[in-house]
């Protein structure tokens, strides 16, 4: 059969590859018609309540009327230009609404296309930095297991090297240093004890190694790929001290946890001390179009400058798409004007009450809920294909990973609406 004579779900499934996907045995994959609020209508007319934001970004729902409206006047004005020698408003709008909303310390923006790339951007910063400050060798990074950074090649080399979804591509990824995720969860009471808070051995690692390492790289207080973990924020306060006594620097990989959805605007409000690099995407555009940045502080900024080169050497085609920026601002706009910190934590507390019957159950092995983050964590593995199948047949998109059937729901999502999301994550726990 030529694929003209193909149905569309036909085509897709010979001719296009999904995220993490076999081609031979693609999985449940259903047609997506439109969307709007929180919901996808499919191509039969079924209504799913998008339960994962679309993998964590559409907070304000999808076919946001603000967020469309600046696209299309933006799209009217000057759909793209490159950005070298040339700027434009919506680049410098949205810079001057990131100044005003993320930590005082981090002044210096990079705009670019995706998560991934901004943890690149990141780690490049940190390496011509350490160069700049004439310590060429340190071109290495330490890192806490379980993390998750994206999948291209030096954030890969910063995943989990055993749990992490790169394992296969080890002998190919630069060698980093990882030590022990933080034992102390969040709401746990914190240990001063360096050999029970972890903290011992991240001074091991970083002491032995300290002519190596340009940065520590953390995804704060929520580790989300790497299993849905919340730790305890006093760790990343004395990282910090650690990190400045031996000239390391400290990035704090915020791509999912920007933006209001831990109950902090950033997961950086959970703590004192700032970070000197950080990452954000996802719900940068309340996920309208890719986009992402790298912030940094003047220190880095100037150090940079000041260096051989002096050019920071990263500029994407896409840099700063006008587009992408105006959604940006639209979608920061809605959320700095609305009681966001009061919305994420209704939608924590109904979450709560709603999973904690799932602790009852013989192969739940664990319930936790932070900001509009909701989590049931299994005993064995969950089927992701299987999992999504059955939520398509209670109307909820879900798409659990590992042990973890989680929710991060849009902030538009009403309380009837976040009940159907927890009650088919429970029927998953019981079915599963
Ligand atoms: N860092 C973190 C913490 C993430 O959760 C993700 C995506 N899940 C990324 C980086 C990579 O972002 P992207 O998929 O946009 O490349």
Same mark, same amino acid.
Request: glycine share 10%.
């Given at each position: 059969?030529?694929?003209?004579?193909?149905?569309?779900?036909?085509?897709?499934?010979?001719?296009?590859?999904?995220?993490?996907?076999?081609?031979?045995?693609?999985?449940?994959?259903?047609?997506?018609?439109?969307?709007?609020?929180?919901? +996808? #209508?499919? =191509?039969?007319? $079924? !209504?799913?309540?998008?339960?994962? @934001?679309?993998?964590?970004?559409?907070?304000?729902?999808? &076919?946001?009327?603000?967020?469309?409206?600046?696209?299309?006047?933006?799209?009217?004005?000057?759909?793209?230009?490159?950005?070298?020698?040339?700027?434009?408003?919506?680049?410098?709008?949205?810079?001057?609404?990131?100044?005003? +909303? #993320?930590? =005082?310390?981090? $002044? !210096?923006?990079?705009?670019?296309? @995706?998560?991934?790339?901004?943890?690149?951007?990141?780690? &490049?910063?940190?390496?011509?930095?350490?160069?700049?400050?004439?310590?060429?060798?340190?071109?290495?990074?330490?890192?806490?297991?379980?993390?998750?950074?994206?999948?291209?090649?030096?954030?890969?080399?910063?995943?989990?090297?055993? #749990?992490?979804?790169?394992?296969?591509?080890?002998?190919?990824?630069?060698?980093?240093?990882?030590?022990?995720?933080?034992?102390?969860?969040?709401?746990?009471?914190?240990?001063?004890?360096?050999?029970?808070?972890?903290?011992?051995?991240?001074?091991?690692?970083?002491?032995?190694?300290?002519?190596?390492?340009?940065?520590?790289?953390?995804?704060?207080?929520?580790?989300?790929?790497?299993?849905?973990?919340?730790?305890?924020?006093?760790?990343?306060?004395?990282?910090?001290?650690?990190?400045?006594?031996?000239?390391?620097?400290?990035?704090?990989?915020?791509?999912?946890?920007?933006?209001?959805?831990?109950?902090?605007?950033?997961?950086?409000?959970?703590?004192?001390?700032?970070?000197?690099?950080?990452?954000?995407?996802?719900?940068?555009?309340?996920?309208?179009?890719?986009?992402?940045?790298?912030?940094?502080?003047?220190?880095?900024?100037?150090?940079?400058?000041?260096?051989?080169?002096?050019?920071?050497?990263?500029?994407?085609?896409?840099?700063?798409?006008?587009?992408?920026?105006?959604?940006?601002?639209?979608?920061?706009?809605?959320?700095?004007?609305?009681?966001?910190?009061?919305?994420?934590?209704?939608?924590?507390?109904?979450?709560?009450?709603?999973?904690?019957?799932?602790?009852?159950?013989?192969?739940?092995?664990?319930?936790?809920?932070?900001?509009?983050?909701?989590?049931?964590?299994?005993?064995?593995?969950?089927?992701?294909?299987?999992?999504?199948?059955?939520?398509?047949?209670?109307?909820?998109?879900?798409?659990?990973?590992?042990?973890?059937?989680?929710?991060?729901?849009?902030?538009?999502?009403?309380?009837?609406?976040?009940?159907?999301?927890?009650?088919?994550?429970?029927?998953?726990?019981?079915?599963?």
């Amino acid at each position: 059969m030529s694929a003209a004579d193909l149905s569309q779900l036909e085509f897709d499934q010979q001719h296009l590859w999904h995220p993490y996907t076999n081609v031979a045995k693609p999985g449940p994959t259903f047609v997506v018609k439109e969307s709007e609020g929180v919901h +996808i #209508t499919l =191509d039969d007319g $079924t !209504r799913l309540i998008d339960a994962m @934001s679309s993998w964590w970004c559409m907070m304000h729902g999808h &076919k946001n009327p603000a967020i469309t409206k600046a696209i299309h006047d933006q799209l009217d004005t000057l759909p793209h230009v490159m950005f070298g020698g040339l700027t434009h408003d919506p680049a410098i709008d949205l810079g001057r609404k990131l100044l005003e +909303i #993320t930590p =005082d310390s981090l $002044t !210096r923006i990079f705009y670019c296309d @995706s998560g991934s790339v901004s943890v690149e951007v990141a780690m &490049k910063m940190a390496v011509q930095y350490q160069h700049a400050m004439g310590h060429a060798g340190r071109s290495e990074f330490a890192t806490i297991r379980s993390g998750y950074h994206g999948d291209t090649w030096k954030a890969m080399s910063v995943c989990d090297p055993d #749990t992490g979804m790169h394992h296969l591509f080890q002998g190919a990824l630069s060698v980093q240093h990882f030590v022990s995720r933080p034992p102390i969860r969040i709401h746990e009471d914190w240990i001063d004890d360096p050999a029970q808070n972890g903290l011992g051995e991240l001074r091991s690692v970083l002491e032995a190694n300290a002519d190596k390492i340009a940065a520590f790289i953390l995804e704060p207080v929520v580790q989300g790929t790497g299993g849905m973990y919340f730790y305890h924020p006093e760790y990343l306060n004395q990282a910090r001290a650690l990190c400045d006594e031996l000239g390391i620097l400290l990035i704090f990989d915020e791509i999912a946890t920007g933006f209001g959805r831990t109950g902090e605007l950033f997961a950086t409000g959970f703590c004192t001390v700032e970070p000197d690099i950080i990452c954000l995407g996802k719900g940068l555009t309340g996920g309208h179009i890719s986009f992402a940045c790298t912030m940094t502080n003047d220190r880095v900024a100037e150090g940079i400058g000041g260096g051989n080169p002096g050019i920071f050497m990263h500029g994407p085609t896409y840099m700063a798409n006008p587009l992408a920026c105006a959604a940006a601002k639209a979608s920061l706009d809605l959320l700095t004007g609305q009681d966001w910190r009061g919305t994420v934590a209704a939608i924590g507390e109904q979450m709560a009450a709603e999973l904690a019957l799932a602790r009852d159950l013989p192969n739940v092995a664990d319930v936790r809920v932070l900001g509009a983050i909701g989590v049931i964590e299994m005993k064995h593995r969950v089927s992701a294909d299987e999992a999504h199948a059955r939520a398509h047949d209670m109307g909820v998109f879900l798409r659990p990973f590992g042990t973890n059937i989680y929710t991060m729901p849009p902030f538009i999502t009403s309380p009837d609406q976040l009940s159907e999301i927890t009650a088919g994550m429970l029927r998953l726990a019981r079915e599963l």
